[in-house]
């Protein structure tokens, strides 16, 4: 016995779940499949391999399909493992670091199809607003190396040497069961999906709780396999809504305002320069909800421009 349960939440991930669940077999007590209402056959695909299924009947989002998984596994141990993320080595140096005096989590390194590893997304710090105005800028896209950039990134992080950090990456993070029940689980008003983990990770440090890098415990990620399938401005909403929740749960409200207005002027800024590059006005579309939506906030707060 291990100790530790592996939650996998999909939504349309057939062509990836196969290798996922394959690399998984045999490193957990238990494995459980919650999948967000697929309609590429990805429940059949894992009820045909005779894993453990929780199909709900529509996408819950990230957040709740992750607590529905803690919710029936009974370990002390559970491992979020993205469907396009295959296990390369065992768990145990991740369990290992959980066990730690004060640990709430602890994440692995993340390569890259190439073998390259995932450098700037494995092991993040927590974000200031500093960072995220820089972000909805574009800023960091122009300058990456900038000093906050760098810090936000983590970039400097030696990923052969264990480390203590701030935000493991949610794609392959083990949590502690009485971690997770302490923090009330992750918060699913972060829907579908983006800034969940970030956020369980923000208020387990506020706990004082303690998250680490084991670079001993190594995935294959292929990143973003069912994202590029939503319509652009659907994406682009979800993104920064779940941007501006976490901005407007964890900052002061001046630095709130002012993050909206940062997702004003950069959504402007991206309008221009993608309507130039694509000789179309499309972008204006694509745009436009987020820019409704963080002139809302902007003017009346969260809650109203929330709604």
């Known amino acids: 016995m291990t100790g530790v349960g592996i939650v996998i939440v999909t939504y349309n991930s057939r062509a990836e ?36 299924l929780i199909a709900n009947a529509t996408n ?3 957040a709740a399909a992750v607590n529905q998984g803690f919710v029936v596994l009974q370990t002390r141990f559970v491992l979020l493992l993205n469907p396009d993320a295959v296990l390369l080595t065992d768990v145990a140096p991740l369990r290992e670091a959980c066990e730690q005096p004060d640990a709430a989590g602890a994440g692995g390194r993340m390569l890259n199809p190439d ?36 810090r936000y990134r983590n970039l400097a992080l030696d990923v052969s040497a264990p480390a203590e950090v701030e935000q493991p990456a ?5 949590i502690r069961r009485d971690a997770w029940e302490a923090l009330g689980g992750f918060d699913e008003e972060f829907h579908p999906l983006w800034f969940e983990d970030v956020d369980f990770c923000k208020r387990a440090i506020d706990r004082g709780y303690r998250m680490y890098f084991v670079p001993n415990a190594v995935v294959k990620h292929t ?11 659907t994406r ?13 749960k964890h900052f002061r409200p ?19 320069a993608e309507s130039i590059r694509r000789r179309s006005l499309k972008p204006m579309a694509e745009y436009g909800k987020v820019v409704r939506f ?3 906030c902007l003017y009346s707060g969260w809650e109203t421009g929330s709604l």
């Open 60 to 62: 819950r989002g990230f």
């Open 223 to 233: 990143g973003g396999h069912s994202i590029p399938r939503l319509p652009v401005e």
């Open 236 to 248: 682009l909403f979800y993104w920064y809504r779940s941007l501006l929740r976490y901005t407007a």
């Open 294 to 296: 963080a002139g809302r």
């Open 254 to 272: 001046l630095s709130f305002r002012a993050m909206c207005l940062a997702v004003v002027t950069g959504s402007l800024l991206r309008v221009a």
């Open 115 to 150: 073998g390259t590893p995932q450098t700037g997304f494995m092991a993040r710090s927590l974000p200031t607003p500093a960072a995220l105005i820089l972000e909805a800028l574009l800023l960091n896209r122009v300058w990456p190396n900038n000093p906050v950039n760098r």
């Open 17 to 52: 779940i196969g290798a996922c669940l394959a690399a998984a077999a045999g490193r957990a007590d238990e494995i459980v499949v919650v999948d967000n209402g697929s309609t590429d056959g990805t429940a059949e695909e894992v009820a045909r391999r005779g894993v453990r």
């Open 170 to 174: 949610g794609a392959f993070l083990m």
